[in-house]
């Protein structure tokens, strides 16, 4: 069956150190892969897309790349701040056949140390 | 402008009782979503709504859940017969695309409803 597995431990990192999440999946193919931010008590808010056959995307301190072949995407976040402690989402989606349902990891828990 | 709104909050339900969720999507959106996510779980996926046709319904957990959306705008998702394992929360969202794959999803903050 489908899998997706994110860092299931917490990442505790200091302030202004680059915090490096794992998105691993198996048994699926996606078109493209994003990332969202999620606060407690509120839901998940969109951050990057990267679709199969991109690389890397970059959007100001966020960088996310994605290997097909080794099945797994990488997100980073650069000069990390307190403001950036949250739980971090993966999700997969399948081409433009389908209806953009989303499938999400179970989310790893930064939080950023001043 | 305001994002996709959920009502209401919080909701405590006995077993047994039905219930009904609210999704105010986006103004202008015709992609809505129902995801549904346990604690310490990502979201899982429930249904899809392109204006008020229910194009996917796969994720549904039984026929006990039921979700529409009319007019194409306001989405409400029932729940019947209401089980412990349903607490979780419920979120929506919503996407201004006619083909929404690979496009950004717009959350609302979700209901968090607690079955006793």
């Known amino acids: 069956s489908q899998k997706i597995e994110q860092n299931s431990e917490a990442l505790n990192i200091q302030e202004g150190k680059t915090a490096t999440l794992t998105c691993n999946y198996t048994n699926y193919s996606p078109a493209y892969l994003q990332w969202y931010r999620q606060d407690p008590g509120r839901g998940p808010v969109f951050l990057l897309l990267i679709r199969e056959n991109e690389k890397e995307k970059r959007k100001e301190r966020l960088k996310v790349t994605f290997d097909t072949t080794l099945k797994q995407s990488l997100f980073h976040i650069t000069a990390s701040q307190p403001a950036d402690s949250a739980t971090y989402l993966c999700?997969?989606?399948?081409?433009?056949?389908?209806?953009?349902?989303?499938?999400f990891g179970q989310g790893t828990t930064l939080q950023v140390k001043p | 402008g305001a994002g996709v709104s959920q009502s209401p909050r919080y909701k405590v339900a006995k077993r047994g009782q039905d219930v009904a969720l609210r999704c105010d999507p986006i103004s202008g959106h015709v992609s809505l979503f129902w995801y549904q996510q346990a604690l310490g779980q990502g979201p899982e996926f429930l249904t899809y709504?392109?204006?008020?046709?229910?194009?996917?319904k796969s994720g549904l957990p039984s026929d006990r859940f039921f979700a529409e959306r009319p007019e194409g705008s306001v989405s409400t998702l029932k729940i019947q017969r209401t089980q412990q394992e349903d607490s979780a929360v419920y979120l929506c969202?919503?996407?201004?695309?006619?083909?929404?794959?690979?496009?950004?999803?717009?959350f609302g903050p979700g209901t968090r409803l607690t079955v006793t």
């Open positions: 999700a997969l989606g399948r081409g433009s056949s389908n209806t953009g349902k989303l499938i």
């Open positions: 709504f392109q204006n008020e046709a229910q194009l996917d």
């Open positions: 969202a919503s996407s201004h695309r006619t083909s929404p794959s690979s496009y950004e999803q717009y």
